[in-house]
Nanobody, 121 residues
Framework: QVQVVESGGGLVQAGGSLKLSCAAS????????MNWWRRAPGKQRELVAV???????NYADSVKGRFTISRDNAKNSTYLQMNGLKPEDTAVYYC???????????????WGQGTQVTVSS
């Protein structure tokens, strides 16, 4: 009923920047929180940034001051601007959206397939 697609990953040198995009589509009545997560090799999944429907944002300590989350409610999209990238930011980045599906009245999480970010030293 709902699809979530990320884009924008790639290979970048340390100190560089990337911007990830995430778009949700389908039978969407409303999107509450939208989140960016990452999973590095051999590590647990980490919540990187969260943005509410009203635009309030929170970040993991590891990315504060370097990453900025934003969203465009009209496009059902969220973005993650990543500056000052470090090799330890290398991971697969996932987007999730808390979506109220048309006709259900229920909020469920929908996930994208992930996009690889690799930061070389």
């Amino acid at each position: 009923q709902v699809q979530v697609v990320e884009s924008g990953g790639g290979l970048v040198q340390a100190g560089g920047s990337l911007k990830l995009s995430c778009a949700a589509s389908g039978r969407i009545l409303r999107i509450n929180a939208m989140n960016w997560w990452r999973r590095a090799p051999g590590k647990q999944r980490e919540l990187v940034a969260v943005i509410s429907s009203g635009g309030s944002a929170n970040y993991a300590d590891s990315v504060k001051g370097r990453f900025t989350i934003s969203r465009d409610n009209a496009k059902n999209s969220t973005y993650l601007q990543m500056n000052g990238l470090k090799p330890e930011d290398t991971a697969v980045y996932y987007c999730s959206a808390q979506v109220v599906v048309v006709g259900t009245g229920r909020s469920d999480s929908y996930w994208g397939q992930g996009t690889q970010v690799t930061v070389s030293s």
